[in-house]
């Protein structure tokens, strides 16, 4: 059981097979959809669509909250999906109505930690579960919004791992980068172990596009984004 007396499904136990402790904030709750959508901005991540931010218009169970995973909709699985499979999985379930299994992220990523320790990894000998932990490095995604860009890095462990001088330095560089063209540049760390890092430029919309090659080479010089040619795409992460 879980909170709430939440039944844990069977995929879910399958993937954290050694798991002795309950769920504390595994949760269901209903998607209410209006004609303008879910009011929802989240974030694609190999275990689920994190929640960033929930608009008042339609409104929203309280369960469905910033900083939870959705990791199930209408009874099929999120976790553990490529971003192509889990746009697909999501978008083929969204109705109002539809029945969501949520779970706060930091108790879903220290769990991954733990069954990882333990060398468990059920999701690489079940086809239906692709990896979760062996990935390689995503390309960056531009993500566009308006005024808002996403550029998504290398896994946030990656971040993580910068030492103090170099993340020093960083940041003094993206708040010189920031002044310079006058936008808000914010460094996102997920608390998913597997998810992406990405840095999110606000601003004018010229003044946004002007200072995208920037921004990717300061992020290559930190060795944060591929080196590869990046690859731009339109993505929709608000529904």
């Not at 220290?110 to 062996?134: K, L, M, W, Y």
């Not at 990935?135 to 993580?160: D, W, Y």
């Not at 921004?215 to 992460?237: G, N």
Request: hydrophobic letters at 40%; glycine letters at 6%.
């Amino acid at each position: 059981m879980a909170g709430s007396e939440v039944v844990v499904p069977e995929w879910l136990d399958s993937v954290y097979p050694n798991r002795e402790r309950p769920w504390r904030s595994l949760q269901r709750c209903s998607l209410h959809v209006g004609n303008d959508g879910a009011g929802l901005q989240m974030e694609a991540t190999e275990l689920g669509y994190l929640v960033e931010a929930v608009e008042k218009t339609p409104g929203q169970d309280q369960r469905l909250r910033p900083g939870v995973l959705i990791i199930e909709i209408a009874g099929t699985p999120l976790l553990a999906l490529d971003p192509d499979s889990l746009e697909e999985a999501f978008g083929s379930n969204f109705a109002d109505g539809a029945e969501l299994l949520v779970v706060e992220a930091e108790e879903l990523r220290r769990a991954t930690i733990e069954r990882d320790s333990q060398g468990e990894c059920p999701c690489n000998e079940a086809d239906e579960f692709p990896e979760v932990v062996e990935i390689e490095p995503p390309e960056a995604e531009v993500l566009e919004h308006g005024s808002v860009m996403n550029l998504r890095l290398c896994p946030a462990t990656k971040l993580r791992d910068l030492s103090p001088g170099k993340r020093g330095n960083l940041s003094e560089d993206l708040e010189h980068f920031a002044e310079l063209h006058q936008l808000r540049a914010e460094l996102h760390c997920p608390e998913a172990t597997t998810a992406s890092a990405r840095l999110t430029l606000c601003g004018a919309p010229e003044d946004v596009a002007v200072a995208q090659e920037e921004a990717q080479k300061i992020m290559r010089f930190y060795d944060l984004l591929p080196l590869e040619e990046v690859k731009e795409a339109v993505s929709t992460v608000e529904v």
